[in-house]
């Protein structure tokens, strides 16, 4: 089944504990991104990468790190989080940068206290 | 860059009834349109997409949406809700040639028996 895995789908962590967010997909698709959503918000990018080894800033990278090793894995990584970065991400891939048809992961809800 | 707004917070509905939910984009070229429905804990699903040609667009679970330029609206619209479409609906803008879409707030859907 093609899809976008995240893990972990829950996590509670304490302020500066680094932590990693998995995601990988299976259909072999070039772009990969991160969003956050947060009430009234919407979804806001993080970041994104083209393909292996090219990544970029969205429009609220602050605090957060991505790397693209392999086409199928893009983790996100807080190195020193933040209760401000409490929130639920998204990681969501498509087939390149010109294919909208977005496919998202489930979801990892994130709370640091 | 491209922006988009959707009016409506919340929007309760009886189940039969007809649904329209709005949005409103702000972008200077023709921009590439999108509904997401995101059911309780889970990620986002593309409903429809609008890139070109026929203003009115159908999608999945008997959703349609229409482009209208003059407006720059591209409402989405179901003549009869049913309970299972109870949901999170994001409306999106993308531009061509670059894989930065942006997300509206969302309206969320409450139907009523």
């Known amino acids: 089944e093609a899809q976008v895995t995240q893990n972990p789908r829950y996590l509670i962590t304490v302020t500066g504990k680094k932590l990693t967010v998995t995601c990988s997909q299976n259909m072999n698709h070039e772009y990969m991104s991160w969003y956050r959503q947060d009430p009234g918000l919407g979804l806001r990018q993080i970041y994104y990468s083209m393909n292996v080894e090219v990544t970029d800033k969205g429009d609220v990278p602050e605090g957060y790190k991505v790397s693209r090793k392999e086409k199928r894995n893009f983790p996100l990584i807080l190195e020193s989080p933040s209760p401000n970065q409490t929130s639920l991400y998204f990681c969501a891939s498509s087939p390149d940068r010109d294919s909208y048809g977005y496919t998202f992961g489930s979801g990892t809800r994130l709370t640091v206290v | 860059a491209q922006s988009v707004t959707q009016p409506d917070i919340h929007i309760t509905v009886s189940e039969g009834a007809s649904l329209e939910l709005r949005c409103n984009y702000s972008y200077g070229a023709t921009p590439y349109l999108f509904w997401y429905v995101q059911s309780p804990g889970q990620g986002l699903q593309l409903l429809l997409k609008?890139?070109?040609?026929?203003?009115l667009v159908q999608g999945i679970k008997g959703f349609e949406a229409e482009f209208k330029r003059s407006q720059s609206s591209f409402n989405l619209r179901k003549p009869s809700v049913h309970w299972s479409d109870a949901a999170e609906y994001f409306c999106?803008?993308?531009?061509?040639?670059?894989?930065?879409?942006?997300f509206g707030a969302g309206t969320r859907l409450t139907v009523k028996p």
């Open positions: 609008y890139f070109s040609g026929d203003t």
């Open positions: 999106a803008v993308g531009v061509y040639n670059n894989n930065d879409m942006r």
